[in-house]
């Protein structure tokens, strides 16, 4: 059977797994796909070659898909996301001295008990003129606006009382090891690498600040996805199943060992197979905590892209770009999350398939079941850590009632 070949741009991240083990596991060839990898170090190498055509599709952090379509910092080019790769899978990382001030006892700290704490160790320092330093993966990345979002909610502003600065994730554990800075917002393996030198401790996961806060996601030119989509399509299916075995246990061990070899993560079996399974190693010669949702994949429409998911991030975008809200840019960025290519994709297929495009994020307390249609899909609770929900539809007063 002839193939189509894709070339897909991705960084060494344990979520970048679904499209490695769907060709490694022959789930893309059932659907009549060849994909072929193309490792970089740096987000913004991923992004240059997806806008200039060097590979087809890429795994690619959310906001930057909203930046490059609305031009910020260079020419706008349009872009699709038809698939979500996954949800949270990051966390913060401090120094050993910084984590003691904050979680003097070694476990994951209260996101408003660490602000709080963090609130004093900023003030002490101020009196010596030594501003704390804080790593994330890119300007435009989950990790900044998840960060940021927490920081303001306890009263620590960003731009005034700390510096965040970006590193690259492959590097981040390095720098933190350096004493360059004193944490570390990335994701996984590298917070379990700094882990495993003893250079820092992990005191939060971004599952705490959103619980179901879309991270990675599958991105393309909105151009290509309209000259290819029956090859998106097929891609998305492969993906789908790919999800469907990545969160059984007893496929942890063969995706982790796959995920590892040196062309895609160069990494730990074991610090991989304790991402996928949730169960991450907070400090050096500890036991490791079991941290439901660390990494949030398939089940209740965890791939699905939801539009009013990428209308928080574009608030967050507002809130520390500033930038003017434009309801027009709202509708831009809405419409890169394609939930229609997503629903034509997977019509008739054994998922659940939720009947709406957007929801209110941060509203849902409990199990609530959603209209579908088809199957029957209910939701678990997706709080923000302050408690906030958000409403696309009402996106200009959600940023007047923030701090």
Not at 253 to 259: G, V
Not at 269 to 286: F, G, Q, T, W, Y
Not at 304 to 320: G, H, I, N
Request: glycine letters at 6%; one cysteine or more.
């Amino acid at each position: 059977m002839t193939k189509d070949l894709l070339s897909v741009g991705f960084l060494p991240l344990v979520d970048s797994a679904l499209p490695i083990l769907a060709q490694e596991l022959g789930i893309a060839e059932e659907h009549g796909l060849d994909l072929r990898f193309i490792k970089d170090m740096s987000w913004a190498a991923v992004n240059d070659r997806l806008l200039y055509g060097q590979t087809d599709v890429a795994h690619m952090l959310a906001p930057l898909t909203i930046a490059n379509t609305l031009g910020r910092g260079r020419p706008a080019k349009a872009m699709a996301v038809p698939f979500v790769l996954g949800l949270n899978g990051n966390a913060l990382t401090m120094s050993n001295e910084l984590a003691d001030e904050i979680e003097p006892d070694g476990k994951l700290a209260a996101p408003i008990d660490a602000g709080a704490r963090l609130t004093k160790v900023i003030s002490s320092h101020k009196k010596t003129g030594r501003r704390l330093k804080f790593g994330v993966v890119h300007r435009y990345s989950s990790h900044n606006y998840m960060l940021r979002y927490w920081l303001a909610g306890c009263g620590i502003d960003p731009d005034k009382d700390i510096d965040i600065v970006t590193i690259s994730p492959p590097f981040a554990a390095d720098a933190l090891d350096n004493g360059e800075i004193d944490a570390i917002c990335v994701g996984e393996p590298w917070n379990s690498v700094a882990v495993e030198r003893g250079s820092g401790r992990i005191v939060l996961v971004t599952a705490q600040i959103w619980q179901r806060g879309v991270e990675k996601v599958l991105a393309m030119l909105a151009e290509n996805l309209d000259e290819k989509r029956d090859i998106v399509e097929r891609l998305i299916r492969a993906l789908h199943e790919t999800a469907a075995r990545f969160v059984e246990p007893e496929n942890w061990e063969t995706n982790s060992a796959i995920l590892a070899r040196p062309e895609y993560l160069d990494g730990s079996v074991e610090m991989i197979r304790r991402a996928i399974s949730d169960r991450i190693l907070l400090s050096k010669n500890s036991e490791t905590s079991h941290i439901p949702d660390f990494m949030f994949q398939y089940h209740e429409a965890a791939n699905f892209p939801w539009k009013s998911q990428a209308s928080w991030l574009y608030s967050q975008m507002l809130r520390w770009d500033d930038m003017t809200y434009s309801h027009e840019d709202q509708l831009k960025v809405e419409a890169i999350f394609r939930s229609n290519v997503y629903r034509c994709a997977l019509d008739g297929i054994d998922t659940p398939m939720p009947s709406a495009n957007s929801k209110i994020e941060g509203g849902i307390e409990g199990p609530l079941a959603v209209g579908t249609t088809q199957g029957q899909l209910t939701l678990s609770s997706d709080p923000f850590f302050d408690d906030r929900i958000f409403d696309p539809d009402k996106l200009p007063e959600y940023l007047t009632n923030l701090p």
